[in-house]
């Protein structure tokens, strides 16, 4: 069987030529992943492990987090991962209490700690979503500054939330 691009010596050459051209670039940009940026975003707050640094900056506040007018669970050890890392952002008990350390300020916001939290947002419609700072609405949305002391409410819906059985007349389904 004579593949595609083979059959005639001065195409076989070319195919080649682009085959090996194709695998070299292919090994430089997985090169460059795993020499340059890997190691960029493992120094980045929001990524990097805090087991071994000097955490002068520590702060603690309260999320609280609704998903189509039902309350999400916050578990314990949210920030905690395999292998014995911890993030900048963690949680210790199910109360909804969570603590950002770091260097220095970060300037930590609110979606950072859905991100390591990893929570679905790009499951949730944003325009129908809010987030609360102290009983008041932010206008920053997930961008909102975590500050030490605050509480967060999250009301999220999602995409596929039915908003037509918030107003029908039928009896709840418990």
């Not at 070319?14 to 960029?40: D, E, H, M, R, Y």
Request: charged share 25%.
């Amino acid at each position: 069987m004579i593949w595609p691009g083979t059959g005639d010596p001065y195409k076989r050459k070319k195919t080649l030529q682009f085959l090996a051209l194709s695998a070299g670039v292919g090994a430089v940009a997985v090169l460059i992943t795993i020499l340059v940026v890997n190691p960029f975003i493992g120094e980045q707050p929001r990524s990097a492990c805090i087991n071994d640094i000097q955490r002068n900056w520590k702060i603690s506040f309260t999320v609280e987090i609704y998903v189509d007018n039902q309350k999400a669970d916050i578990p314990a050890n949210v920030g905690f991962m395999e292998g014995g890392c911890q993030r900048a952002i963690y949680t210790l008990s199910n109360d909804g209490t969570a603590y950002a350390e770091w260097k220095e300020d970060p300037n930590f916001e609110i979606g950072h700690f859905l991100w390591i939290f990893k929570f679905p947002l790009r499951d949730m419609d944003e325009s129908k979503s809010t987030i609360y700072v102290n009983d008041r609405i932010s206008e920053n949305f997930i961008k909102t500054p975590l500050q030490d002391g605050y509480h967060y409410k999250a009301m999220f819906t999602s995409k596929a939330y039915d908003e037509a059985k918030d107003t029908d007349f039928l009896p709840p389904q418990n």
